[in-house]
Every structure is written in C-alpha cells, then in structure tokens.
C-alpha cells in the first residue's frame, strides 16, 4: 500500500542553524510533493509544491528537494528561528489522485 | 476574504447522539474535503466532493455522512457518534488543478464519550 513517511520524532535544533526534515515514499509516483506547516490548534498551511521535473525550489528561507530515484524529498530551513517551530507535513499527489499526507515532524527551534 | 471556516470550534457528545459540522469556503473553490486527525495517524481523508452535486468516499468513510449543499458549503454528518470518532476535523478546499493544493479551516475538536 502506498506509505508516506516522516520522522516522528521531534527534531531539536539550535536558532540559526539549518533543520533538514526528510519526507520518504513508498509504492507511490507522485508528480508533485507538496510540504505544509502546522501549528498547535490550528489547520495546515501550505508552503512550498514541487514538480518530480524539479530537482530544488527555493522560497525565502525554505529549501525543497525532490529525489524520484530514492523517493525522497528533503526540506530545509535556514537560519533557523524560534518562530519556525511547528509541525511540517508532507504530501503528495498527482494525476489527480487524492493528496496523501505523511504523520508530520514536530521542529522546535530552541533560542 | 475568511478563507475556509468550520463551526463548531469543540464539541462533547455522548455515544448514539449526532450531529453536523459545518464548512464553508469563500475562495471559489470547486473541490473540498473532510479529514480527521489523529495522533500518528495523521490526516485521513473522510469524503471528498470534486464539484457542486458530486461526493466520493476517502480513505475512512464508515460512519459519515456529508452533504454538498452548494459551492460553498461542505458539511460532515455523524449519525449515531462512537468513541473511536472523537479526532480532530478538518475541513479543506481546493482548486481543480492536478497539484490539488489544499486550503484548510481551522478544526473541530471532537471528543465523543
């Protein structure tokens, strides 16, 4: 069946360093992988989709690589703040499937 | 331009008792969705309705029901509500493209005794 997964464990990072969170999939050919935010209490927000013709894509502070040999994607942070700290969700779709969510990481940037 | 609402924000029902969470979206929206959200299980998709008139089922459909009362509006019905259904709701919308980039409300928390 097809799987989509993301570290459970929460991730501790140093304020202005880089957090890398990784998103893997199994069974699966998505032609976009998408990456959300989630804060306590509240509904996911979209940040960044990328294309599997995309090796990188860039916003601001936010870095995301599409891997369709592994199925991987990666997604980066840089120069950390305390106000990144949230739950990040990865998704993926295409060819008009139903978007499909991993379980998310729990990031908390410590001051 | 309130983007996707839900109503009620919590809600405590007994086992047996129903009701209906209410979604709407003022973005134009065609598509929209229910998921529930659970601790490591992360979001399930319910129901899902591609346009005016059309619902399918999703991944967890067993024990709901959902109306798609015009463009805007999206409502999740529980019949007879059971303990396994207290979660977080959900309420999503998208436009009908092939990335389905959703929009999401805020949530319902559901606690079913």
């Known amino acids: 069946s097809q799987k989509i997964e993301q570290n459970s464990e929460a991730l501790n990072i140093q304020e202005g360093k880089t957090a890398t969170l990784t998103c893997n999939y199994t069974n699966y050919s998505p032609a976009y992988l998408q990456w959300y935010r989630q804060d306590p209490g509240r509904g996911p927000v979209f940040l960044l989709l990328i294309r599997e013709n995309e090796k990188e894509k860039r916003k601001e502070r936010l870095k995301v690589t599409f891997d369709t040999t592994l199925k991987q994607s990666l997604f980066h942070i840089t120069a950390s703040q305390p106000a990144d700290s949230a739950t990040y969700l990865c998704?993926?779709?295409?060819?008009?499937?139903?978007?499909?969510f991993g379980t998310g990481t729990k990031l908390q940037v410590i001051p | 331009n309130a983007g996707v609402t839900q109503t009620p924000k919590f809600q405590v029902l007994k086992t047996g008792q129903s009701m209906t969470l209410q979604c709407a979206q003022d973005?134009?929206?065609?598509?929209m969705y229910w998921y529930r959200q659970d601790p490591g299980m992360g979001l399930r998709l319910i129901y899902y309705s591609a346009s005016e008139g059309t619902t399918d089922k999703g991944e967890v459909p067993n024990g709901y029901n959902v109306s798609r009362l015009n463009k805007r509006e999206f409502s999740l019905r529980l019949e007879s509500a059971a303990p396994s259904q207290t979660s977080v709701y959900f309420c999503?919308?998208?436009?009908?493209?092939?990335?389905?980039?959703?929009?999401f409300g805020p949530g319902t928390r559901l606690t079913v005794l």
């Open positions: 998704a993926v779709s295409g060819g008009y499937q139903k978007v499909t």
């Open positions: 973005m134009n929206h065609n598509s």
């Open positions: 999503a919308s998208s436009l009908p493209t092939e990335t389905d980039t959703q929009y």
